[in-house]
T-cell receptor, first 116, second 113 residues
Framework: GAGVSQSPSNKVTEKGKDVELRCDPISGHTALYWYRQSLGQGLEFLIYFQGNSAPDKSGLPSDRFSAERTGGSVSTLTIQRTQQEDSAVYLC??????????????FGEGSWLTVV | SQQGEEDPQALSIQEGENATMNCSYKTSINNLQWYRQNSGRGLVHLILIRSNEREKHSGRLRVTLDTSKKSSSLLITASRAADTASYFCATDVSSGNTGKLIFGQGTTLQVKP
């Protein structure tokens, strides 16, 4: 696709349920990032993929959060047993190479998660 | 603690005025990027400045970088109402093999027509 695609765009779930958020990066981009943004706040880094491996998953808040990437393309962020504090926008981004090499990262429109 | 912190948190100006936003960071970097976000949607890349550069221009945008002070500024000249958005700086970390960008808290800019 032309840009980073995320689904669902909006998700309301009950506390305790599991949710899956999907990210389809720009074709050919080897690096993929997940960030979380609470209302009116900055972006909180969650995890970074290079290909299918995750060299840095230091931002995952707890063991309820996990992410995988298959085929060097689509990534899924899974939140188990959701809590109200998980409510946020989950932003996915991709880049041709690592950001540290000066590559621009391109963001999707985000998945708005509300836990009630 | 945050790698990047923007100042001010909020800025309100009249159309036609210049807007200056500052960013400070803590560790050595390879490059610093500025992004814009409209109403909580996805971020859009504005400009990248490398650690060996001091100033960069793109249209009405001017970015400076002072690595000795670990700070950067974004200047928007002749602002327009359409410039109303949140602006974030993002830095990498030059040590280690981490590929992530760390974002600051952002500056919310309001340009009044």
């Amino acid at each position: 696709g032309a840009g980073v695609s995320q689904s669902p765009s909006n998700k309301v779930t009950e506390k305790g349920k599991d949710v899956e958020l999907r990210c389809d990066p720009i074709s050919g981009h080897t690096a993929l990032y997940w960030y979380r943004q609470s209302l009116g706040q900055g972006l909180e880094f969650l995890i970074y993929f290079q290909g299918n491996s995750a060299p840095d998953k230091s931002g995952l808040p707890s063991d309820r959060f996990s992410a995988e990437r298959t085929g060097g393309s689509v990534s899924t962020l899974t939140i188990q047993r959701t809590q109200q504090e998980d409510s946020a926008v989950y932003l996915c981004a991709s880049s041709l190479g690592v950001a540290a090499s000066g590559n621009t990262i391109y963001f999707g429109e985000g998945s708005w998660l509300t836990v009630v | 603690s945050q790698q990047g912190e923007e100042d001010p948190q909020a800025l309100s100006i009249q159309e036609g005025e210049n807007a200056t936003m500052n960013c400070s960071y803590k560790t050595s970097i390879n490059n610093l990027q500025w992004y814009r976000q409209n109403s909580g949607r996805g971020l859009v890349h504005l400009i990248l400045i490398r650690s060996n550069e001091r100033e960069k221009h793109s249209g009405r945008l001017r970015v400076t970088l002072d690595t000795s002070k670990k700070s950067s500024s974004l200047l928007i000249t002749a602002s327009r109402a359409a410039d109303t958005a949140s602006y974030f700086c993002a830095t990498d970390v030059s040590s280690g093999n981490t590929g992530k960008l760390i974002f600051g808290q952002g500056t919310t800019l309001q340009v009044k027509p």
